[in-house]
């Protein structure tokens, strides 16, 4: 079935430092959804993806789409003590297939 | 305009027990999805209701069974209880099943 597969698994940064965390598909995939889940919380939908090297921007969060369609990537540039938490791509077939998350921690 | 609610919040039982967990979609939604999320994982899909059927099931054995009301509600049932069991049962609301989905807050299940 399909997987997607995140790296890195965790990330320490230093406030105001960048984050970029990517997600891998063997297969291609119809669409890719981006979800952030703080400590102790739920998931919260961030974005989707649709269409081949589709690029989103949300304030300092910017979502590519690749254009094979196997990977995405999200970028958060001067990443702020309230971007911790771990982001989670996945693809949405009626059924949400998660990676395994990127852990962000950032210090102060 | 409430999101998604569950119930209850923690619940602890004992191997061989039986559990029933709620959810109560978004206003406005008509399918239920159900996760299970153990420490430091990501969300596992457990299965999807809509118009009162499960429309997909992941890799979870028949001891997790689930139901959806004509009120689009939903309860998740997990029968024999495992240690394994113990995780975060999410429970997602969406309109369609394409559509992005809105969690709620879970029900944290500790099997002693």
């Known amino acids: 079935g399909q997987q997607v597969m995140q790296i890195p698994q965790y990330q320490h940064v230093q406030e105001g430092e960048d984050f970029t965390t990517y997600c891998n598909s063997s297969?291609?995939?119809?669409?890719i959804q981006w979800y952030k889940q703080r400590p102790g919380g739920h998931p919260v939908f961030l974005i989707q993806?649709?269409?081949?090297?589709e690029v989103k921007k949300q304030k300092r969060l910017t979502f590519q789409f690749g254009e094979a369609k196997k990977n995405s990537s999200l970028h958060i540039t001067a990443t702020q003590t309230t971007d911790v938490g771990t982001y989670f791509c996945?693809?949405?077939?009626?059924?949400?297939?998660f990676g395994q998350g990127t852990t962000l921690q950032v210090k102060p | 305009d409430a999101g998604v609610t569950q119930s209850p919040t923690h619940l602890i039982k004992t191997r061989g027990q039986q559990v029933t967990l709620r959810c109560s979609p978004k206003?406005?939604?008509?399918?239920v999805s159900w996760y299970q999320q153990a420490l430091g994982q990501g969300p596992q899909f457990i299965f999807q209701?809509?118009?009162?059927?499960?429309?997909q099931r992941g890799n979870f054995p028949d001891r997790f069974s689930g139901h959806q009301f004509p009120n689009y509600s939903s309860e998740l049932n997990v029968n024999a209880l495992l240690l394994g069991d113990s995780a975060l049962y999410l429970c997602?609301?969406?309109?369609?099943?394409?559509?992005?989905?809105?969690f709620g807050d879970g029900t944290r299940l500790s099997i002693l």
């Open positions: 997602a609301s969406s309109l369609r099943d394409i559509q992005p989905q809105h």
């Open positions: 297969t291609t995939l119809s669409n």
């Open positions: 993806l649709v269409k081949s090297g």
């Open positions: 996945s693809s949405n077939t009626g059924k949400l297939i």
């Open positions: 206003s406005g939604h008509d399918t």
């Open positions: 209701y809509y118009e009162e059927e499960e429309r």
